[in-house]
């Protein structure tokens, strides 16, 4: 299937907040949320080492901004686009944030919630779920993961 021109071009924008956070020393991770008319509203990149703070994942930062620009917790009609598939916390968020759709580009295998490890996001037996998109130009957005990793074996 080929992907949405939008969702590419968006990704690219996650991709270039991922090289902000491996610049950083932060786990190359970015984010955007757009509202229902595809405006950026939210931007984030992994911050944990920086502020501190485990929650502080590129998705949580790009919720909690778009929560704040939105004026309310729920972002239903919005989309999340992240460079690596969203862990359990993030998956957990997103949903309780009712976020309406998740791109993503890698897939994570070790900790992924949205179809590779679990499929927290799809769930039928939550309330809540969220159309996924994955493997967004997945080759380009897992090369900065890998590189992050082997330069700190």
């Known amino acids: 299937m080929t992907p ?3 969702d590419v071009d968006l990704m690219r924008g996650a991709l270039a907040l991922a090289e902000e956070a491996a610049a950083a020393g932060e786990v190359p991770v970015g984010a955007v949320v757009t509202d229902p008319t ?3 509203i939210g931007r984030g990149r992994n911050r944990r080492e920086a502020a501190g703070d485990p929650s502080a994942h590129a998705e949580i930062v790009a919720l909690r901004e778009a929560a704040s620009r939105r004026g309310h917790w729920n972002l239903s009609g919005c989309t999340l686009v992240v460079t690596l598939e969203p862990c359990l916390m993030c998956a957990g ?3 309780q944030a009712h976020i309406s759709r998740l791109v993503f580009g ?3 295998d070790k900790a992924g919630a949205a179809g590779s ?20 130009m997945e080759q380009e957005t897992r090369a900065p993961l890998e590189t992050f990793f082997e330069e700190r074996r």
């Open 38 to 40: 595809g405006t950026i």
């Open 117 to 136: 490890m679990y499929d927290v996001v799809r769930d039928r037996r939550l309330p809540y779920r969220a159309e996924v998109i994955g493997g967004v």
């Open 106 to 108: 890698a897939w994570d």
């Open 4 to 6: 949405d021109p939008a």
């Open 93 to 95: 968020a997103l949903l």
